[in-house]
């Protein structure tokens, strides 16, 4: 099974590109960051994670949608490819079996 | 949207230069948006401080800008197609290439010239396996202003006695060169003579080509002589193994045996002779047997060998106590006369020297190769920077002047994805072409100017030492190098064209943008300040030689006596002194200039005079000014003691006026407490750089003569001479006529000023050579590109001088300014150059105008040529084209 290895930070980068589905670019990718996590991470550090991300081939990118406030700046839009649906949804499936293989863990304990 | 309210535009710029073009776009517009985002809810100045901290967190490896070449394909393919282009656009532009070879060869033939210098200055007497063990014994005073002050001359025990006391000493030699006369068969040749212990040969690597140097330890009757030297009295192929060669020594022609023949003492050895003499030779004469076992005739060079790896700060320590030991009979004097006052302290001591240091210690010459001040070393390599910096800016001014025309190769190269990095490299790899094109004329250059600069920097370097593959490998990298960096400002510049703007619009050229009027200021003020330097500096060495010197010089000859017997030289005197074309004749001892020095102590002050020791009708025979008193009487009652001084002398001693005052403390050759009889006028007997020093001039016949200085009439020089070496043949046959003419003596000082000079001169004219070439293809540049606006000015009826001159305002105006400069410089520089000197012109305006007129008249002549092509243009056919 190829593993690839991928931090915390980048996991949530994915999981929000993939949720955004193909509206996903920097500046929005940071709002919704902040939304769910409350972090405000840098659009340096974003974008480095972006980049390693892109690297190991897990997401897409392309490039249009100008607007105004960007100085007519085209958009860098990121999206999901199946090898990142794969990564995460294989994160998911260990994580859900090991969760529930803790004793006094299962999903009626989960959710109260 | 309010015009101010933007993201700081330098951050942008910033963000420009180092991130890289792929990322740029989508993170400029991220920080952009987030910009406007936070205006809305926030200050500007909180959007704008948050738009530079995260600016500076982009800067991330990941979205830097390479910096190295990022090509994966083989760049040597990209380097083929520039050389080729390079090659063409060399091959087209015919006239820019010859003016860009010859000025980035001359600048690399500067630059090699400096490098071959160098090379062989800083290589001095590093050949010898030992060179690291070998010191050179030197005398050190350990207080100011005493009897003992820096001294290379050595007492003939101190070799022995170093031998004896320490054990890391290995060996040791002694020697004093001396120029001798030889004789072989009917031929006279002069010899740089060593007089040498054998131990020469162990200690430093002069190679024995034939014979045995060890004969000389037994026989002291044996020498050695050099294969140049050899080969010039012998002839060349010659077996000279045991052939005899006669000497002069102390008057007499002494036979002596060739032991062996050794190689030639390569030309970056301090030591250097000719023929090597036993030094039992010189210990043997009067002179010699005296100086055996004292401690005060100080005459002899002397080396030691170190045992290797021996404690050199153990051995120093211990000189003061060695001084002690050995010179404990001077010190008592010194102690009772008051001269000295530390019985525990000497006041010198005999410290080594080491031997990689002579040719750069100034103070200390060897009488062998003189030393040289690293002074110099930093001046001549300035003056080769000089020359590559005009060099270079030729390439640029010019290259950039006719960039307009391949602008559209640059925009053809852009359009089709070339890097900006890719074109610099381009234009990079094109004047490291020309800068190899240029090393092969500037080995023609080299060949060319090398007799000239070996007699300004008193040199031996040969064309030949430029094919030895180091030295080739190193001018190879210059030439490179000086391309590269003629090419650094151009590759920026047109790397940097921007592919649309040359497309649409239609440049051209004929601009002369602040950069390029910079670049010809400095070039030109340069080349000024270097001829400014040559007029002052040849003004103030025809001041110091036309200055009366206060000494009749004109028509004297100094005719060298050899250690002849005194009375067969007074009976030639006579003789002489009858015939008709002579004025006067007078035996001197030595001949000017003067540094004869004595010394002695009275009441703890030491003092110093120069001494002339000369004939009683000196005075008057050669025109010497008495102020007070009176000279020699020509026969007695004057007695040695009678002596005249000068009028510095005067002031040394504090005498106001003559009133038969003594020199107390003076004991020098059986004269003790001379008495003053007169005073002379002040006259230069060394050169005007230094202050007219004390001097005395004493009839004593214990100051041996050694010369005649012959005052002639006026009347045909050679002709008083033929007559004057036929009276000496008749008197001595088989001696050598040797004589010069005074005024040559004291020009002579002057010498190496006047190689400055003409350093100076040499430099300056390069330079503004370079300068010329360069405003001539400026100019060019400059005329053709406003062919079209010259068309329009006929055609309303403006002359071609009218417009010629036009341009030429333009021109001139820049070379102003730069004589501006480099006369200020210039006047800095030099007078404290001037200050150096105790006599001394002032800089005028003169030498300025001088500069200026010379600058001028020369770039008059680089632009006269734009004047007939001026005149040429033809505004129906000018016009039409366009």
Known sequence: MKYTKMGEFEELVLLVVGALDGEAYGVSIRKMLKQHTGRNPSIGALHSALNRLEEKGLIDSDEYGATAERGGRRKRFFKINPAGKNVLRRAFELRSELIYSIPGMNLTNLNS | ?882
């Not at chain 2, 400002?489 to 649309?500: E, H, N, Q, R, T």
């Not at chain 2, 006259?683 to 007219?692: A, C, D, M, P, R």
Request: aromatic residues 12%; charged residues 20%; proline residues 4%.
């Open chain 2, 1 to 882: 949207m309010k015009a101010d309210k933007r993201p700081p535009a330098w951050a942008d710029r910033f963000l420009e230069l180092l991130i890289s073009d792929d990322k740029l776009e989508m993170l400029q517009g991220d920080l952009h948006e987030l910009f406007r985002e936070r205006l809305t809810t926030h200050s500007l100045w909180y959007a704008r401080s948050m738009y530079l901290i995260d600016a500076l967190g982009l800067l991330r490896p990941f979205a830097l800008k390479s910096f190295i070449p990022s090509s994966v394909t083989n760049p040597m393919i990209m380097f083929e197609n520039y050389l080729k282009t390079g090659w063409r656009n060399i091959v087209r532009e015919k006239w820019f290439t010859v003016i860009n070879l010859i000025s980035l060869s001359l600048a690399i033939t500067g630059l090699s010239i400096i490098f071959l210098y160098l090379n062989s200055e800083l290589s001095f007497d590093k050949f010898h396996t030992n060179s690291e063990n070998i010191f050179r014994m030197v005398r050190q005073p350990l207080s100011e202003g005493q009897q003992f002050n820096e001294d290379i001359n050595m007492p003939e025990p101190l070799a022995k006695a170093l031998e004896n006391d320490f054990a890391s000493i290995e060996n040791t030699v002694r020697m004093y060169p001396d120029n001798q006369l030889l004789r072989n068969g009917q031929d006279f040749f002069r010899a740089e003579v060593l007089l040498s212990d054998p131990s020469l040969f162990d200690i430093f690597d002069f190679p024995l080509l034939a014979g045995d140097y060890t004969a000389l330890i037994k026989d002291p009757s044996q020498v050695i002589i050099s294969r140049e030297f050899a080969n010039r009295i012998f002839g060349n192929g010659v077996d000279v193994l045991n052939r005899t060669i006669e000497l002069r020594q102390a008057g007499d022609f002494k036979s002596f045996t060739v032991a062996g023949v050794a190689a030639d003492p390569p030309r970056n050895s301090t030591i250097q002779f000719d023929i090597v003499v036993p030094l039992q030779n010189l210990l043997q004469t009067d002179f010699g047997m005296e100086t055996i076992d004292s401690w005060n005739d100080a005459y002899l060079l002397t080396f030691i060998q170190l045992r290797a790896a021996c404690d050199q700060q153990g051995l120093l320590d211990q000189m003061p106590e060695f001084w002690m030991r050995h010179r404990a009979t001077a010190m008592e004097i010194m102690l009772e006369n008051g001269s000295w006052d530390d019985p525990a302290r000497p006041p010198a001591i005999y410290a080594p020297q080491p031997l990689r240091e002579l040719h750069s210690s100034v103070n200390f010459g060897t009488r062998m190769v003189p030393p040289v001040d690293p002074w110099k070393y930093w001046v001549l390599s300035a003056m080769a920077l000089f020359i590559l910096l005009l060099g270079c800016i030729n390439f640029t001014l010019l290259t950039i002047g006719k960039a307009t025309r391949r602008a559209a190769e640059i925009g053809v190269r852009k359009t089709f994805g070339a890097r900006r990095s890719q074109l610099a490299m381009q234009f990079w790899s094109e004047s490291a072409l020309t800068g190899l094109l240029a090393l092969s004329m500037a080995l023609l250059f080299l060949y060319i100017t090398l007799p000239r600069v070996n007699y300004l920097l008193q040199t031996d370097l040969e064309i030949h030492q430029v094919f030895a593959p180091e030295v080739l490998l190193v001018l190879l990298v210059i030439a490179a190098g000086t391309g590269i960096l003629a090419g650094i400002y151009p590759s920026i510049i047109l790397s940097g064209f921007d592919p649309v703007r040359i497309f649409r619009e239609r440049n051209s050229g004929g601009h002369s943008s602040f950069f390029s009027k910079s670049l010809i200021v400095i070039q030109f003020a340069v080349s000024a300040f270097f001829l400014f330097g040559a007029f002052v500096m040849n003004d103030q060495i025809n001041f110091m030689k036309q200055k009366d010197p206060g000494i009749s010089r004109d028509g004297v000859v100094v005719l060298s006596t050899q250690q002849l017997p005194d009375q067969d030289i007074r009976t030639f005197q006579k003789e002489l002194e009858q015939e008709s074309f002579v004025n006067a004749v007078s035996a001197i001892r030595f001949t000017l200039p003067i540094y004869a020095n004595a010394g002695w102590f009275y009441n703890e002050e030491y003092f110093r005079a120069n001494v002339l020791a000369a004939d009683r009708n000196f005075i008057e025979a050669f025109g010497l000014e008495l102020t007070a008193g009176r000279g020699f009487y020509a026969e007695e009652p004057d007695s040695v003691s009678a002596f005249v001084v000068n009028e510095a002398f005067m002031d040394m001693m504090g005498y106001e006026q003559l009133d038969g005052q003594t020199i107390p403390g003076y004991n020098r050759r059986g004269v003790q407490e001379p008495v003053i009889i007169g005073v002379v006028k002040n006259f230069h007997f060394q050169s005007l750089e230094n202050e007219i020093q004390p001097m005395i001039i004493t009839i004593n016949p214990n100051e041996p003569f050694s010369n005649l200085m012959i005052r002639m009439r006026a009347g045909e020089v050679s002709r008083n001479l033929d007559l004057t070496k036929d009276l000496w043949r008749d008197h001595f046959p088989e001696q050598a006529f040797e004589f010069s003419f005074l005024s040559d003596d004291l020009e002579a000082e002057y010498a190496g000023q006047e190689r400055w000079n003409s350093t100076f001169r040499f430099a300056g004219l390069i330079n503004i050579f370079i300068a010329c070439l360069g405003l001539f293809g400026f100019s060019t540049l400059f005329v053709t590109g406003r062919i079209r606006e010259i068309g329009i000015r006929k055609v309303m009826g403006a002359s071609s001088l009218r417009i010629f001159t036009r341009f030429c305002i333009q021109f001139f105006s820049l070379i102003i300014v730069a004589c501006l400069i480099a006369g200020m410089a210039g006047y800095l520089v030099l007078s404290r150059w001037l200050q150096e000197f105790a006599y001394n012109i002032s800089i005028s305006l003169t030498h300025f105008l001088l500069m200026t007129c010379v600058v001028f008249i020369l770039a008059a002549l680089a632009i006269a040529y734009q004047f007939i092509k001026t005149r040429e243009v033809n505004p129906a056919v000018i016009l039409r084209e366009g």
